[in-house]
């Protein structure tokens, strides 16, 4: 394979592709299959068949406002048609070359206007089964431009040079940590790809991975030729049986094409991929933990360091990144450094994925450069609160997060702003909550999830988020005293500093952020024995007698 | 100057700490300079005083009354001294709460007996369903540990309580000591 | 500052010591009488920094590092017993008094115990959390030992000693979180499992969570510094 035979194929599909008049984009992500996208899929097929028009009927990956799914989308007018049902296939194919069908049309311009797709430019496009689809977006070019005229060294320099940080949570600066283990010594390295999403209300991954698996392959194998790595794992949560099975599909295409293997393009590079899954421990997103998981003992993390990238997988030097970092290279190295390093805020750069749940109009799957001031995001691209119902406070970071109140919209997203606000930039999950939300039940949920989730390896995790789920119940319950504030407090700060892993180290985080902004919810709670938003069950304090 | 008044109360312990309280021998007399023993189950006083200046107290709270009397206790009381393990840390009375008090009266009024098994209920007060120590209850000034706290512990504790020299606990004492 | 010298120049608490590289803060502030509690590590096994009992405050740092574990480097600067670790570590003692049911005054361990030294050490004359009372069992099935799991602290020593000196494995921990239990075998009674009834586990167990049926009431000190001499053994071998 060379760029040559790349521009060839991807030549023969849009010769292919012309062929149609029509092409029909059926989402097939989990959320619009789960509403029946595959039956819609096959009565289009047999409608188009039926009606005789040119019509390309394709599966893609997610489209982005979910709430609205199943999505349809008709290329190439590009007329977004929502909650189709199977019954509708007919009426859309007989529409083709005509006027649309007003029913089922939407107007999301202002959902779509405002986001910027870099991680998701394919998604929605693209069939992810089909490694020719990707290919003639581009696909593969960055690797083979990164193996034919670049130096290892000049990849790194590359992605160091655009500013990507990891797009895990923690916001560490990609090219720093390529060229940590591009340095380290030894004659056998890892690439891994951490997909253990976990975060509750988190998805971005899980899209990524099924409806562009394509990128990450890509972005891994540039990762690996830049760290000097000759084999690869992607730690897929067994959660995501879609995204495994495209992922399967995607590394046995890749290699059929001879994108993966050995002397790749013709060059001396080795690499290959395994699928490693995970067994529904939300501790494996941890990197320590995760290379424990997949060297197939316990999985619980270490104390760091020595970190990944001098001693990882095996004690060899391994990269971890998240999914959505590597699908940001491919780009980054197609269109350069600089070019992303324009986008995005000061210290943020680039765009950034994130899952808008919760409260909100348009939940679904959006990106949007990184600097957006979080208004934006919950009234133009979320299109607000539904119901009548005013905004109470944003959830990001999942379970190591913060809540941002309603009065901080203007914040813009980055790194470092939503740090200086309590909560993290996390993996993207971003949970929006009205009036009917009650703060303290909300640290609680955070809290009780840590606590079932924690290892149990370190004691501040183990017992620590225990206690603080007790200590949180008494205060909903309305049997907690200011004592028990207090503690709660003491117990945060020892959990925070004390934890051995990330998981323990932010459990806190959604404590201390409800109780920096709503500390009045929780006097409501202690003092005057009531829930403002009516959500927990308050009653007289009574001792169950024997 | 006046003596200080001193109360001891007994709620769910074995009466151990009591012993070893006795335990100080003739050193009690020399106590009894400094304090007057206006409570215990060992002088005959039925009612709580109002004002106490110190009072131990032994055992974990596992009853209804055992809380009524804490509380009482606790609004007479000027030093309030949780004395032994069972008070501080729910010790051996506690340890029917990982199965609950049934399970016990259970095994205890109906299995084991060998005539006219029944549950009492009448004039005992009723258990708690766990049992807790006292500071989970009210506000505690001294802790007091040790299964029970030694003699010499209790000497020096009291002494020093009685003339307000400062106490180093852990360094007389600890839990099951 | 160059990393290949084999000698190394730091500051524990304030005291000038040398240590080789390599070495660990635990070991090298060992060296030189400077006391850092441990619960989980002991002299011998490898150490996984779960306790936490150890962390110390590095200059220029504001993540504490677990000494066991945190090797030296040319420099450094550690702060072994500030305010704040006296803080965290009488916390993390009364998680674990109220995590389990300890009860001092009924243990084997009772005046040997390394939870209650600790304890004792750090000033816990009461735990200020609520205690959690789990249901857990007692598992008497060995012919020779016993596991209270009431008083189990999860430190892993028994695991990594049974794994790492006796290389027979039959410890292991099951279960995540406030769950954890240390496990025989595939979870089968201890009596039943493939133990080799060396009986190093409950020389090491830290507390009365392993011991020996023929020790009565608070008759039973444990020997744990049997371990670095085996080692020695072995390795002169």
Known sequence: MNIEELEQIAESVRLENSRYDFEVNVCMDLACMSQGSDRLRDELVKAAEASGKKVLVRRTGCMGPCSSGPLVRVDPEETLYHHVKAGDAEAIVSSLGGDPVPALQCDLNEHFDKQVRVVLENAGHIDPEKIDDYIARDGYKALLTALTEMTPNGVVHRITESGLRGRGGGGYPTGLKWGTVAKAGGDLKYVVCNGDEGDPGAFMDRSVMEGDPHRIIEGMAIAAYGVGASKGFIYVRAEYPIAVSRLTTALREARRRGLLGNGICGTTFNFDVEIRLGAGAFVCGEETALLASIEGRRGTPRPRPPYPAVSGLWGKPTLINNVETYANVAPIVRNGGKWFFNMGSERSKGTKVFALTGRITHTGLIEVPLGIKLWEIIDVIGGGVPGGHTLKAVQTGGPSGGCIPAEMLGLGVSYDALMAAGSIMGSGGMIVMDDTSCMVNVARFFIEFCMTESCGKCIPCRAGTAQMYTLLTRICEGQGTMDDLDLLVELCDTVKNASLCGLGQTAPNPVLSTLKYFRNEYIEHIVHKRCPAGVCNIQAPVEVLA | MSKLKLATVWLDGCSGCHMSILDMDERLLAIAEVVDIVYSPIVDTKDYPDAVDIALVEGAVASVDDERKIRKIRAHTKLLVAMGDCAITGNVPSMRNPIGPQAILDRAYIENASAQPQIPCVVVPQLLRVVRPIHEFVKVDVFLPGCPPSADTFHAALTALATGVPLDIPALTRFGA | ?237
């Open chain 3, 1 to 237: 500052m160059n990393d290949a010298v084999e000698v190394k120049t730091l500051i524990i608490d304030e005291q000038e010591v040398s240590a080789r590289r390599g070495q660990t803060i635990l070991e090298v502030a060992r060296e030189n009488g400077i006391q850092i509690p441990t619960l989980c590590s002991l002299d011998g096994l490898s150490s996984v920094g779960a306790c936490r009992m150890c962390l110390v405050e590095i200059k220029g740092s504001n993540k504490l590092l677990p000494a066991c574990v945190a090797t030296v480097y040319e420099g450094m600067e550690v702060t072994t017993n500030s305010e704040r670790l006296q803080k965290y570590r009488r916390n993390i003692l009364e998680l674990l008094f109220a995590e389990r049911n300890h009860i001092c005054s009924v243990c084997v361990s009772n005046g040997h115990c390394e939870l209650q030294t600790l304890g004792q050490q750090h000033g816990l004359t009461h735990v200020r959390l609520p205690y959690r009372n789990p249901d857990l069992h007692v598992d008497a099935s060995h012919e020779r030992f016993t596991v209270d799991h009431n008083r189990c602290v999860l430190c892993t020593r028994c695991v990594r000693v049974c794994a790492e000196i006796e290389g027979a494995h039959i410890w292991d921990v099951k279960g995540r979180g406030i769950d954890s239990i240390v496990i025989t075998d595939l979870n089968q009674p201890w009596g039943e499992s493939a133990c080799t009834r060396c009986g190093k586990c409950v020389q090491v167990c830290p507390t009365g969570a392993l011991f020996d049926k023929s020790k009565v009431g608070a008759d039973h000190p444990k020997y744990p510094d049997f371990l670095p001499f085996l080692n020695m053994m072995r390795e002169a071998q």
